[in-house]
């Protein structure tokens, strides 16, 4: 059964570079219908989509984020990984990072989801 | 602001059928792009609730159902029960931002 580990600082100081890794278990990065996102919540709020990454390397940001997002992805650690840079007190959110299953002519959905973790942005 | 919008909440009592709108425009389900839903308990990560517009994952009760049609989708819940309270987001891809889309969101109260 396929699973998402977010791992990362739970706190981060405004202007600098929130760093997270989601490790993937019980199958395969590099399989053809398997993109990898990265999804966010503020407290309270409803869920944003950051990006997603392809294991060939290729990804796709929020136009609203793709200044300050880098997703990278690591095969042979069964890992990717997300990069936000420059944040502030609005980046603070519970991060979750979910496989996107693209089947055929869907543009997919996210399946399953890491249990979150909290990046709080503050001094 | 989501470029696809569902109402912030919904109400039932035990028993009933509620609805719950996920409405977009012509970038997004207008122009045929699927439409998902997920359930997020409290305190849980969401949850895949249907895919594809009207298909279940195993282990997902069929007193949810999807539905679409032009630039709208609807998830149905049918024998509301208590344990169905939770929060709903509907999910699509915009084809004008290049981004895949949540819906904001729609708290569902069971009274």
């Known amino acids: 059964q396929l699973q998402l580990q977010e791992s990362g600082p739970g706190l981060v100081k405004p202007s600098e570079t929130l760093s997270l890794t989601c490790s993937v278990s019980g199958g395969s990065l590099s399989s053809r219908t398997n993109y990898w996102g990265w999804i966010r919540q503020p407290p309270g709020k409803g869920l944003e989509w950051i990006g997603t990454?392809?294991?060939?390397?290729?990804?796709y940001y929020n136009p609203s984020l793709k200044s300050r997002v880098t997703i990278s992805v690591d095969t042979s650690k069964s890992q990717f990984s997300l990069k936000l840079s420059s944040v502030s007190a609005t980046d603070t959110a519970v991060y979750y990072c979910a496989r996107l299953l693209k089947d055929g002519s869907s543009d997919g959905w996210f399946d399953p989801w890491g249990q979150g973790t909290l990046v709080t942005v503050s001094s | 602001q989501s470029v696809v919008t569902q109402p912030p909440s919904v109400s039932g009592a035990p028993g009933q059928r509620v609805t719950i709108s996920c409405t977009g425009s012509?970038?997004?389900?207008?122009?045929?792009?699927?439409v998902h839903w997920y359930q997020q308990l409290p305190g849980t990560a969401p949850k895949l609730l249907i895919y594809?517009?009207?298909n279940r994952p195993s282990g997902v009760p069929d007193r949810f159902s999807g539905s679409k049609s032009g630039t709208s989708a609807s998830l149905a819940i049918t024998g509301l029960q208590a344990e169905d309270e939770a929060d709903y987001y509907c999910q699509s891809y915009d084809i004008s931002l290049t981004a895949w889309v949540f819906g904001g969101g729609t708290k569902l109260t069971v009274l």
């Open positions: 012509s970038s997004n389900i207008g122009a045929g792009y699927d």
């Open positions: 594809d517009n009207s």
């Open positions: 990454i392809y294991y060939s390397g290729s990804t």
